[in-house]
């Protein structure tokens, strides 16, 4: 099991950015996909990006796309989630997961490992 510590939320104004992080125990980083999620209150938890970890592919939500920037850093552990151009609808508690493997997924039972989410909330 991989414990993973997400941070960097907070409040935000439209059109501000804000960089999440997520740090992971697992033994051998790399041999899993990273993935970012987010639930709005009232609403199922979506996918939002995810990158895999030795060609580092990538997959975004539509509405996302090139807003949103994913990236790692195997050698920390960690998985960034770049958001600028934030928009009110991207309020919610967002949550990093872990997929054993080298293929994206962006479906949330295909995650086994889930962080304790972080609040994200922009003001319009």
């Known amino acids: 099991q991989v414990q993973l510590v997400e941070s960097g939320g907070g409040l935000v104004q439209a059109g501000g950015s804000l960089r999440l992080s997520c740090a992971a125990s697992a033994r051998t980083f790399s041999n899993y996909v990273m993935g970012w999620f987010r639930q709005a209150p009232g609403k199922e938890r979506e996918f939002v990006a995810a990158?895999?970890?030795?060609?580092?592919?990538?997959d975004y939500e539509d509405s996302v796309k090139g807003r949103f920037t994913i990236f790692r850093d195997n050698a920390k552990k960690t998985v960034y989630l770049q958001m600028n151009s934030l928009k009110p609808e991207d309020t919610a508690v967002y949550y990093c997961a872990t997929r054993y493997g080298a293929t994206c997924s962006k479906t949330a039972k295909d995650y086994s490992d889930w962080g304790q989410g972080t609040q994200v909330t922009v003001s319009s």
């Open positions: 990158m895999s970890g030795f060609v580092f592919s990538t």
